[in-house]
Structure formats: C-alpha cells, structure tokens
C-alpha cells in the first residue's frame, strides 16, 4: 500500500489551481459558480462510475500506489480525486480557450 498515486493527483489539482490563478479562469473569476459546476461535475462523473461498477463494467485496479481505500465496492479514495481533477482541468482548459479565442477575434 501507497499514496503516490493520491500524491500525484493532489500534486496535479495544486498545479490546477497555481493555473487558475494566474490567469483567473474557474474559481478565482467566480468562486461559488465555480464550486457548483465543479461538484456537480464531480457528482455527475461518480455517478457514472457507480453505474459503470453496478453493471460490471468498471473494475478496481490492484496497484502498490494507491492507498487501498475504498469508497465503496471498485471505487477508490482516488477516482474521488481523479475526477475532480478532470473536471477542473476540463473547465480551465474550456474557459482558457474561450479567452484566448474572444482574443484572436478581437485583435
């Protein structure tokens, strides 16, 4: 048992959030929309990986680098982290590129 993956993913969100305020782009333009989409975003993608385990698709992989924990049957302590992850990097890539397009289309 190891935390090196939750390490790596917790070292990425940081990476996230260095990103999003240098450039104001998610929580540092508008904190409470941003918590919103972010756990929505995150409820929505544990839901599809409880549906996902319910019907026997989805399956926990046996590595030495994640902790071991377990939210439920399959679901490790890092998918939690995982997806929050992919659903902030998914809205600082979104609104970043918004930005940068408004920009090339105005200059």
């Known amino acids: 048992m ?7 993913l917790l070292v990425s969100l940081g990476g996230m959030v260095l990103l999003d305020r240098a450039y104001s782009l998610f929580f540092w333009r508008d904190a409470r929309r941003a918590t919103i989409v ?11 990986d409880l ?30 982290f995982f997806l929050t992850f992919l659903a ?3 809205m600082n890539l979104s609104l970043g590129t918004h ?9």
Request: charged share 15%.
């Open 2 to 8: 190891s935390a090196a993956y939750l390490l790596v």
């Open 51 to 80: 549906l996902g385990i319910g019907l026997g698709i989805f399956y926990r992989g046996e590595t030495d680098l994640m902790t071991g924990i377990q939210l439920a049957p399959e679901l490790p302590l890092e998918e939690l």
């Open 99 to 107: 930005r940068l397009l408004i920009q090339r289309v105005t200059t």
């Open 88 to 90: 902030y990097l998914t």
């Open 38 to 48: 972010l756990v929505v975003g995150v409820a929505f993608f544990l839901a599809w």
